[in-house]
Structures are given as structure tokens and as C-alpha cells.
């Protein structure tokens, strides 16, 4: 598949784990420990001096660790997807019915009770800094929670297949500009996005199915080693995304 509708895809599935039960909900009590204020306190009609700037700053540290892991396991992705070329057509079918697996798991076929494991921090009584929070982010990425595994293992077996360690880290960058984005704007707009939080908490669901279905689809499409085919439908269907980087 292009590498273009591949990044788009990337990080369609970075938005959509932000979104997921795995990510959405856990964001406010980063956000209070990366400031080092309370929800009251970054809410406040007058907040106390520095907190907007410190909670945006600090998220950008956050977000650049978790990026950094991110963009290296796609190269590391892409390397090892290179010295199994021999192999790519048992690999394919394997990873096929893994993806499926994991999304009949989403969309509530059954389920895996690894994938509700969640790895949790303590947060200090203060907050540790730019380096506590770039660390933080180095956190998440191998362990926030299992269950954006899944999605994330789609995301490196696509990378995979790409030619060089760059197409596989950058492919991965996209997928954790899509994650890192909206938790950037939520940093920046926290009223806002408590909101937007109260009001989206009853579709966490459907998002978790919508995770499921587009799993499945993606393994079937590994399985049959169609993708490429459907990248060039897409490229003939929308343009644009052939411009895209």
C-alpha cells in the first residue's frame, strides 16, 4: 500500500486510540500531574500563575517520550520486516488471524483479559520537570495500557513491510501524532476538553467496537494480502492523499 494512505491510516488509528476506553479517560490525571495542579485549581476562572504554560510544555515532554518509542519500534518494524522477506507470505496469515483475534476481542466476541491490564504511576506530591514528564511519556509507550496493543502491533506489522527503517519510523510518527495532537489541545483547552469528556464518555463503546471492526478488516486484508490493492482504490479515490508528507 502507499506509504501515503498508509500514514493517514496511521494516524487515523493514533485519533482513535486517544479516543479508545485504554487512553480517553485516563488524560485528565495526567494532564493534573504534568501541571502539577489540581482539576479545580487548572480549571479556575483564574488559574494559578503558569499552570496553562506549564501543562503544555510538560505535555509536549510527554508527548515527545512516548514518540520517541514509538518511531523507534517502526524502524526496528521495518528492519526486521526486511530479514523475513523469505517469509512474508506465512507471516502475512499469521499476523492475519492475530489481528482478527484481537478484534473480535474489541468488538465483543470474546474477551482477552490481557488486554484490560493497565500500567499505572504514582504520581508525586510535585511535579519532576520537563525530563520527569519526556520519562513519563517513554512510560506510556511500553505500558500505559495493553489493550492499544493490539492497534499498535497493526500499526508495526504494516511497518513491516515498508522498504527502509525511515518509511517504518515515519509511519509510526504518524500514529503517535495521532495520539499526541489531541492531548496536546487537550492540555492547551482543559475546560473544553473536560466538556467534550463529559459529553463523549457514553460512546467509549462504540469507539471500542469501531476499534474492533477496522482490526478485523485490516487482518482479513493482511490475510488475503490485499492491501496494497485497496491503497491504490483509495489513491484513485481520494487524491489528496497522495500529497500527503
Not at 465483543?108 to 504511576?121: C, K, M, N, Q, V
Not at 500499526?155 to 515515519?170: F, K, N, P, S
Not at 482543559?190 to 467534550?196: A, H, I, N
Request: aromatic share 10%; with cysteine.
Amino acid at each position: 500500500m502507499s506509504l501515503d494512505v498508509n500514514l493517514a491510516a496511521a494516524f487515523a488509528a493514533g485519533l482513535l486510540s486517544f479516543l479508545s476506553p485504554c487512553i480517553l479517560p485516563l488524560v485528565p490525571p495526567y494532564l493534573t500531574w504534568l501541571a502539577g495542579a489540581s482539576l479545580a485549581e487548572m480549571t479556575a476562572e483564574t488559574p494559578p500563575p503558569g499552570t496553562a504554560r506549564r501543562a503544555v510544555v510538560r505535555a509536549l515532554a510527554f508527548v515527545l517520550g512516548f514518540s520517541t518509542v514509538f518511531v523507534a519500534l517502526g524502524a526496528s518494524a521495518s528492519v526486521i520486516g526486511q530479514l523475513l522477506l523469505d517469509h512474508v507470505a506465512i507471516l502475512s496469515r499469521i499476523a492475519g488471524v492475530v489481528i482478527v483475534v484481537f478484534g473480535l476481542h474489541f468488538v465483543g466476541a470474546f474477551r482477552i483479559p490481557l488486554l484490560y491490564r493497565e500500567a499505572r504511576f504514582a504520581a508525586a506530591a510535585k511535579p519532576v520537570g520537563l525530563l520527569g514528564a519526556f520519562v513519563l511519556g517513554l512510560a506510556f509507550a511500553f505500558g500505559w495500557t495493553p489493550c492499544v496493543g493490539p492497534v499498535l502491533a497493526s500499526i508495526l506489522m504494516v511497518a513491516g513491510a515498508e522498504d527502509t527503517a525511515a518509511r517504518g519510523a515515519l509511519l509510526l510518527g504518524g500514529y503517535a501524532l495521532g495520539i499526541g495532537v489531541p492531548f496536546l489541545a487537550a492540555a492547551a483547552f482543559v475546560r473544553p476538553f473536560l466538556g467534550f469528556l463529559a459529553r463523549f464518555r457514553r460512546h467509549l463503546g462504540v469507539i471500542e467496537k469501531v476499534v474492533g471492526v477496522l482490526l478485523i478488516v485490516t487482518g482479513v486484508l493482511i490475510f488475503t494480502r490485499t492491501m496494497a490493492d485497496v491503497g491504490g482504490w483509495l489513491l484513485e479515490l481520494v487524491p489528496a492523499l497522495g500529497r500527503i508528507g
